[in-house]
């Protein structure tokens, strides 16, 4: 059974920084694309960020890239995401996404399997 689940999120002020983590269980980690997607109230869940199997190659949505950074260690199981010089636009529910096998998508229909989600609130 595929599980994801998301910590680190928070309630931080604009400027701030808030590092994310992403534990997979149930599938073999290092074999998928892996990705960070967010939805704000009202809002569609949108692309944020996502790496291939291997960390040699991320994506960043135009709205993060320079501030977020994402990562991965396949020995843990898991999948990163710095964000620094967060913004009051920044505040949504952070989810973790396995992807495909190859390549990176920034569709959300080709991310199969989802976590619970995390909070991220960013103050001005």
């Known amino acids: 059974q595929v599980q994801l689940v998301e910590s680190g999120g928070g309630l931080v002020q604009a400027g701030d920084s808030l590092r994310l983590s992403c534990t997979a269980s149930?599938?073999?980690?290092?074999?998928?694309?892996m990705g960070w997607f967010r939805q704000a109230p009202g809002q569609e869940r949108e692309f944020v960020a996502a790496?291939?199997?291997?960390?040699?190659?991320?994506r960043y949505s135009d709205s993060v890239k320079g501030r977020f950074t994402i990562s991965r260690d396949n020995l843990k199981n898991a999948v990163y995401m710095q964000m620094n010089s967060l913004k009051p636009e920044d505040t949504a529910i952070y989810y973790c996404?396995?992807?495909?096998?190859?390549?990176?998508?920034?569709?959300?229909?080709?991310?199969?399997?989802w976590g619970q989600g995390t909070q991220v609130t960013v103050s001005s």
């Open positions: 790496i291939t199997w291997s960390g040699n190659s991320q």
């Open positions: 149930g599938f073999i980690f290092r074999l998928y694309t």
């Open positions: 996404a396995r992807g495909p096998r190859v390549g990176i998508s920034y569709g959300k229909g080709d991310y199969d399997n």
